[in-house]
């Protein structure tokens, strides 16, 4: 017979907690009397006062998100302006100035 062996029965075939099987049904029965002790506790009912403050705080922090957020944004767009001048800066370089074909590797247009 393995220990861990939940359906274990005596020589009659009658089912036989284990330890295990007591110690597990009398933690699920405490959390059980717990739940529903909580359940039968009276809801109590945010004042007008909280209810203000919390939509105060709601406010700010939405605001606060909204401030980061732009922050965000105006950093991704100057790295996106600085990342087209680095790119518009090396197709400028490898043209030409007068004829804007691309130069050859000697540097020297051969159009011009």
Avoid: Y
Avoid at 44 to 61: F, G, I, K, Q, S
């Amino acid at each position: 017979m393995n220990p861990m062996d939940l359906n274990v029965t005596d020589e009659h075939g009658r089912r036989v907690l284990s330890w295990t099987d007591t110690v597990t049904i009398n933690r699920l029965n405490a959390i059980t009397e717990a739940l529903q002790e909580a359940l039968r506790a009276p809801v109590r009912r945010p004042t007008e006062e909280e209810d203000r403050a919390l939509l105060a705080h709601n406010r700010r922090v939405r605001e606060h998100n909204a401030r980061v957020l732009a922050g965000r944004e105006r950093v991704a767009r100057e790295r996106q302006a600085r990342e087209n001048a680095r790119e518009v800066a090396a197709v400028r370089k490898r043209l030409c100035d007068s004829c804007f074909c691309e130069l050859p590797a000697s540097g020297v247009c051969g159009n011009c």
